[in-house]
């Protein structure tokens, strides 16, 4: 739903904003800086798969010292 709701917002500015250099610019940083975002909060949904990996090993030890 925030998808859709941003996706509205960034094409009614670019509806009303003039076509300019400084706009455009503007614009692309926004609509970058949203997908970033979004892509980050995807990734770290999966820690043990994807682009961005977590690495186990702490937890291992972790949970082997408790059992000792």
């Not at 076509?19 to 970058?32: G, I, P, Q, Y």
């Not at 961005?52 to 010292?65: H, N, W």
């Amino acid at each position: 739903m925030l998808v859709l709701w941003l996706a509205g917002i960034f094409a009614s500015f670019s509806l009303f904003a003039p076509r300019n250099a400084t706009s455009l610019t503007v614009m692309f940083l926004c609509a970058l800086s949203f997908a970033a975002a979004i892509f980050l909060i995807v990734e770290m949904d999966r820690p043990l798969g994807g682009l961005i990996r977590v690495s186990a090993k702490p937890l291992v030890d972790a949970l082997a010292r408790m059992g000792q």
